[in-house]
Every structure is written in structure tokens, then in C-alpha cells.
């Protein structure tokens, strides 16, 4: 069992702004800023869409943000799209040179 | 613009071998690290080892003393040797670029490993 958990879905209607949690444990999360989010279609290659908690790269789009409050991290998507639907994985550092995953969204856009 | 290609993914049996290859083209020289993620059929991504510099390797519990993680000489390529291979290692695996603030910036398309006889 992932020491981060995410909701195994979310969804929301066109044009709606939905949130997916990411819950640290042991640490994880609430003793660093080093939280990433990913996007993955399966057969695709993942595609980062925050790192740092906050900081989204270049050519990602602006409806994607992030935040953190205590040991939860957050991605918010805002103005839901069909092309949003897909999988999410929160990431993080360890603190011990390792990373971890959670497990994983289902975000359907109805 | 950085590319990581995996290659080496096959059917394999149980208890067997297989040596993934990670070709990539950087723009910092050699000296960024290179991480495996897998997806396997139905599960989320899983964080499996990286290579920090030659020496420096580290793995998930789920691979530790199975799978050994290594460069080439020319340090475009990374290798992973899984042995002692089980059912549940069956997925997905990808090279993934681990930069600086510990994210994965870039991916290759990843190399589908099956384990079954």
C-alpha cells in the first residue's frame, strides 16, 4: 500500500474545476516542497505537470496548479475538458535518495 | 530537446532474466540521472530504481537484490538487469530523467516486459 493516497476517482462536468488529494505518510509530503504530478494516459509516456508542488513547466497548461497544505498536496484542474480525462499520480521524494508514488486518480469528465 | 528510448522488453518465464537498455541524449553532458518507472496492467505507476552516479543506485523494495541498475562506459545508456523475474513484475517500464528538485521531466515510450509461462 502507497504511503501517499490519492481518491482512486474524481469527477466533474465540462468546464468545472475538480481537486485531487495526495496524502503523505511517514513524512512524505509535509517535511519537503519535492511533490510532482503526472498525467498518464496507459500505452503513453507519463507527462509531468507540476514539480515542486507549485511550479508547472513550460507548455503545460494553466488549468493545471498545485498547492500544498500540512502532509496534503493537491492538483486542481480548472475548466475540466474532455482531454483531461485520464490517470493522476502524485510523486515525491523520500528524503533517503528514493521516490514514491501514489496510487494513482481516475479522472472521468462526464 | 532531451529523448530517452527504452528497449530490451520481452515475454520472459518465470524465475528468468532480461536486461532493459535506456539510450538517451542530453543536453548537460552526461551527468544527468536516470530513473525506471513501471506500470503494470491495471496498477499505478511504481518507482523502481535510479542512478545517481556510478556507485550510487538505489531501488524500490519490491526489486531490491533482483534488479541492478548500471551505466556504459559511454554513459548514454542505462541498463536495467532484472533477474529472478515473477508474475508481478509484469508491466510497462520506462527511463525517465530525474532532475534537480527530484521530478521526472522527461520519458521515453517505455518497453512492455511480461513475465508468464
Known amino acids: 500500500q502507497s504511503a501517499l493516497t490519492q481518491p482512486a476517482s474524481v469527477s466533474g462536468s465540462p468546464g468545472q474545476s475538480i481537486t485531487i488529494s495526495c496524502t503523505g505518510t511517514s513524512g512524505y509530503v509535509g517535511s519537503s516542497d519535492l511533490v510532482s504530478w503526472y498525467q498518464h494516459h496507459p500505452g503513453e509516456a507519463p507527462k509531468l505537470l507540476i514539480y515542486e508542488v507549485t511550479k508547472r513547466p513550460s507548455g503545460v497548461s494553466n488549468r493545471f496548479s498545485g498547492s500544498k497544505s500540512g502532509s496534503t498536496a493537491s492538483l486542481t484542474i480548472s475548466g475540466l475538458q474532455a482531454e483531461d480525462e485520464s490517470d493522476y499520480f502524485c510523486?515525491?521524494?523520500?528524503?533517503?535518495?528514493?521516490?514514491?508514488f501514489g496510487g494513482g486518480t481516475k479522472v472521468t469528465v462526464l | 530537446e532531451i529523448q530517452l528510448v527504452e528497449s530490451g522488453g520481452g515475454l520472459v518465464q518465470p524465475g528468468g532474466s532480461l536486461k532493459l537498455s535506456c539510450a538517451h541524449s542530453?543536453?548537460?553532458?552526461?551527468?544527468?540521472?536516470i530513473s525506471w518507472v513501471r506500470r503494470a496492467p491495471g496498477k499505478g505507476l511504481e518507482w523502481v530504481s535510479v542512478l545517481y552516479t556510478p556507485g550510487s543506485t538505489y531501488y524500490a523494495d519490491s526489486v531490491q537484490g533482483r534488479f541492478t541498475i548500471s551505466r556504459d562506459r559511454s554513459r548514454t545508456i542505462v541498463f536495467l538487469q532484472m533477474t529472478s523475474l515473477r508474475a508481478e513484475d509484469t508491466a510497462v517500464y520506462y527511463c525517465?530523467?530525474?532532475?534537480?528538485?527530484?521530478?521526472?521531466?522527461?520519458w521515453g515510450p517505455g518497453t512492455l516486459v511480461t513475465v508468464s509461462s
Open positions: 510523486c515525491s521524494y523520500t528524503g533517503d535518495s528514493t521516490l514514491i
Open positions: 542530453s543536453l548537460s553532458g552526461t551527468s544527468d540521472y
Open positions: 525517465a530523467r530525474l532532475a534537480i528538485g527530484y521530478y521526472f521531466d522527461y
